[in-house]
């Protein structure tokens, strides 16, 4: 009994304090630990604590026992911190910081020798709240969509074995979590063999762990297992994909066999792991005393709803386990799509800067003339990517780069730097005359999990509620309008790509306006002009005396989404606005082959083409535009973030602006407005 134990014993509670001493120089040297401790409400300190107060110690790592013998001598509490169970991209070890902490003041949640605090979860949690279980039916959807684990530094689209076949999961050795199992080097061997007896005729992979593909440590197996039909399996294969084509999954005690658990797996067990015990594992060395059974959503609202700690880094705050979920979605989207690097053709010089910071990433973006890019690229093994309306300029085939759909505060044709970008292998999304990347995306959202709806669902509430739009100039709000039945009719770029390749006959804001006013003689029609046109940026201007008969009120620098609330319904070729007012619920025709058009949610009068049979709802529509499509770069952490972060800067202001040269480069180019031509090809 420790010296604290028996002061409880004696009927003396020990006095309450969040004080937390620390005697391990990785509590000193990791600010991000430090930080997730203090917003958790503990008062970091060095020096000798007092009864009641408490000291840290990592996990069992070898400073641990320090630290435990100072809690016993000193009658202090002992807090035990381990990464959170959805860490990072890369590995601890490769340096990069943990999105979350488990502190518990019981025990280990891998070592069974003590139940820790995520054990009286598990074992004694009523884990019956319809609330918390509907979002880890979420959250496990979430993981598996978006192909999240542990670490994440993995491919998707990586090739699998052909199905089906065997998973035994390795791990590093003498990790603690198969030290405190009581497993040694036998324990894994028995382990092969069984998974080759049970299994005959199938082959056998072992998937090896990420630190050990990463050279930071040894695993239980090497090269010499790999005989007959038994296989390694390294690099960067999803553990999702992985136990898509699995018949069993066998392992001691790593976090992957949690993960087969949410694939919907029972994994073979030869250690004693939190997961282990519950009625959802095989368990080949059962830790007695527990002995409830548990469904999968309730493991999950106890494994990572309720146990952790979770930290969010763009607001430098504590989270929840969603928050984490769309941050690390978001930084290993990145990782993955930017590993190999880019040779860049296309790109006007104020846009380098921002292409760098959005896909530098991995081994960098490197810019070429469209001569020398295609050979660059294959050379170095790079991606080749081009500015969409420069990809006339290539004879190979490279990814078209464009502006996403929650742009900036600020219109790009006065060179604001952008908050989110898209990345098109296929086509893009402007151009009906071949599939885009964002077709396909919206075609499978048919298909979207739940969570994945409830996500959208909130994303564009806070647009609405926001009043967020693609450029967010902020301009004031809509004059009073005339009665009766309202269609907004929004002006666009005439010479814009999307008119060129998504319009038919009426391809003028002017022939728009006609279309409009011949099928609706009787309703209030009002035409805004495009920003860009209005200021002296771009064609498309329709004189005054044109729009005589034609619209009711020009909405000069109006706010667009004012005037959407307003109106009854929307007619346009290709405009955006078109996409904002169905988020809004308004009634929407197209004369023109918007990416929104031909899913069953619009009004068509151009010519949609016949692929698009796909019928999305609203909201999948919305995940597949705003989420899954684009790509967000945040200028307060300068990294990857989430759409939610995005919305976070637009709303407070904090969106980086264009800084003094190239304000000085967009006042200079409104001066020249009618010689655009001399930069919008440069």
């Known amino acids: 009994m420790t010296p604290y134990d028996r002061i409880k014993a004696a009927g003396r509670e020990p006095p309450s304090s969040r004080r937390l001493f620390y005697?391990?120089?990785?509590?000193?040297?990791?600010?991000?630990?430090?930080?997730?401790?203090?917003?958790?409400?503990?008062?970091?300190?060095?020096?000798?604590?007092?009864?009641?107060?408490?000291?840290?110690?990592?996990?069992?790592?070898?400073?641990?026992?320090?630290?435990?013998?100072?809690?016993?001598?000193?009658?202090?509490?002992?807090?035990?911190?381990?990464?959170?169970?959805?860490?990072?991209?890369?590995?601890?070890?490769?340096?990069?910081?943990?999105?979350?902490?488990?502190?518990?003041?019981?025990?280990?949640?891998?070592?069974?020798?003590?139940?820790?605090?995520?054990?009286?979860?598990?074992?004694?949690?009523?884990?019956?709240?319809?609330?918390k279980l509907t979002r880890a039916r979420q959250v496990i959807d979430w993981l598996k969509h978006a192909h999240l684990s542990k670490y994440?530094?993995?491919?998707?689209?990586?090739?699998?074995?052909?199905?089906?076949?065997?998973?035994?999961?390795?791990?590093?050795?003498?990790?603690?979590?198969?030290l405190a199992s009581g497993a040694t080097p036998a324990t894994f061997r028995e382990m092969l063999v069984m998974a080759q007896e049970?299994?005959?005729?199938?082959?056998?992979?072992?998937?090896?762990?990420?630190?050990?593909?990463?050279?930071?440590?040894?695993?239980?197996?090497?090269p010499e297992h790999a005989v007959g039909r038994v296989k390694l399996i390294?690099?960067?294969?999803?553990?999702?994909?992985?136990?898509?084509?699995?018949?069993?999954?066998?392992?001691?005690?790593?976090?992957?066999?949690?993960?087969?658990?949410?694939?919907?797996?029972?994994?073979?067990?030869?250690?004693?792991?939190?997961?282990?015990?519950?009625?959802?594992?095989?368990?080949?060395?059962?830790?007695?005393?527990?002995?409830?059974?548990?469904?999968?959503?309730?493991?999950?609202?106890?494994?990572?709803?309720?146990?952790?700690?979770?930290?969010?880094?763009?607001?430098?705050?504590?989270?929840?386990?969603?928050?984490?979920?769309?941050?690390?979605?978001?930084?290993?989207?990145?990782?993955?799509?930017?590993?190999r690097g880019y040779v860049a053709v296309g790109m006007r010089l104020w846009k380098r800067r921002p292409i760098t910071r959005f896909y530098g990433g991995g081994r960098g973006v490197v810019f070429s003339g469209p001569d020398?890019?295609?050979?660059?690229?294959?050379?170095?093994?790079?991606?080749?990517?081009v500015w969409a309306n420069r990809a006339d300029t290539l004879a190979a085939p490279a990814l078209r780069i464009e502006d996403g759909f929650v742009r900036s505060r600020g219109l790009g044709a006065e060179l604001t730097p952008p908050l989110s970008l898209v990345r098109d292998d296929l086509g893009i999304y402007y151009d009906p005359s071949r599939p885009s990347r964002l077709e396909t995306l919206i075609a499978a959202s048919e298909r979207l999990p739940d969570g994945a709806k409830a996500r959208a669902e909130r994303v564009v509430a806070r647009l609405i509620t926001a009043g967020i739009d693609k450029y967010n100039l902020g301009r004031d709000a809509a004059d009073t309008l005339p009665e009766g039945h309202r269609i907004l009719v929004p002006g666009q770029?005439?010479?814009?790509?999307?008119?060129?390749?998504g319009t038919g006959d009426v391809s003028t804001n002017q022939a728009l306006l006609q279309q409009v006013r011949r099928a609706n003689p009787e309703a209030v029609v009002i035409y805004k002009p495009h920003p860009d046109v209005e200021a002296g940026l771009r064609a498309g201007d329709v004189p005054g005396a044109d729009t005589d008969g034609l619209a009711d009120v020009v909405a000069h620098r109006a706010n667009g989404l004012a005037l959407i609330n307003a109106v009854d319904e929307v007619w346009t070729m290709t405009s955006l606005m078109g996409f904002e007012a169905?988020?809004?619920?308004?009634?929407?025709?197209?004369?023109?082959?918007?990416?929104?058009?031909?899913?069953?949610?619009?009004?068509?009068?151009?010519?949609?083409?016949?692929?698009?049979?796909?019928?999305?709802?609203?909201?999948?529509?919305?995940?597949?535009?705003?989420?899954?499509y684009p790509r967000y770069f945040d200028p307060v952490t300068r990294t990857p973030c989430p759409i939610e972060v995005a919305l976070d800067r637009i709303e407070s202001g904090a969106t980086g602006g264009k800084g003094p040269r190239l304000s000085a480069l967009s006042k200079l180019q409104g001066v020249l407005a009618t010689q655009a031509h001399l930069w919008r090809r440069s």
């Open 23 to 131: 005697y391990s120089g990785g509590f000193l040297r990791e600010r991000r630990l430090r930080r997730i401790l203090t917003l958790a409400g503990w008062e970091m300190k060095l020096g000798w604590p007092k009864p009641g107060d408490h000291v840290a110690v990592w996990g069992n790592a070898p400073t641990a026992s320090r630290g435990r013998q100072v809690a016993e001598t000193r009658c202090a509490g002992l807090l035990r911190v381990e990464d959170a169970f959805l860490r990072s991209v890369l590995p601890g070890r490769s340096g990069e910081p943990a999105m979350g902490l488990l502190l518990d003041t019981s025990g280990l949640h891998f070592d069974p020798s003590t139940p820790s605090d995520l054990e009286h979860m598990l074992a004694r949690a009523p884990l019956d709240d319809f609330a």
């Open 152 to 178: 994440n530094d993995i491919d998707p689209a990586a090739e699998v074995p052909r199905a089906p076949y065997v998973v035994v999961i390795d791990q590093t050795r003498e990790d603690a979590s198969v």
């Open 198 to 222: 049970e299994n005959p005729g199938l082959n056998v992979y072992i998937k090896t762990h990420p630190e050990t593909d990463a050279g930071h440590r040894p695993g239980y197996y090497g």
């Open 234 to 339: 390294t690099g960067a294969l999803s553990p999702w994909a992985l136990m898509e084509g699995a018949m069993a999954v066998y392992t001691v005690s790593s976090g992957m066999g949690f993960e087969a658990i949410l694939a919907g797996h029972k994994p073979r067990v030869f250690g004693q792991p939190f997961y282990a015990g519950w009625g959802l594992t095989q368990d080949v060395n059962p830790v007695p005393r527990r002995d409830r059974q548990l469904t999968r959503p309730q493991l999950v609202t106890a494994a990572l709803i309720d146990y952790p700690t979770w930290y969010d880094p763009y607001r430098d705050q504590l989270c929840e386990v969603e928050d984490v979920l769309a941050n690390l979605e978001a930084r290993a989207r990145a990782h993955r799509e930017d590993a």
């Open 372 to 385: 020398k890019a295609a050979d660059r690229a294959r050379t170095s093994d790079r991606a080749l990517m």
């Open 493 to 501: 770029v005439e010479d814009d790509a999307s008119i060129r390749l």
């Open 582 to 628: 169905l988020l809004r619920g308004k009634s929407v025709t197209c004369l023109g082959v918007p990416f929104y058009a031909g899913w069953g949610l619009t009004r068509d009068l151009g010519p949609v083409p016949e692929r698009r049979t796909a019928r999305p709802d609203l909201l999948s529509l919305a995940h597949a535009v705003l989420i899954d």
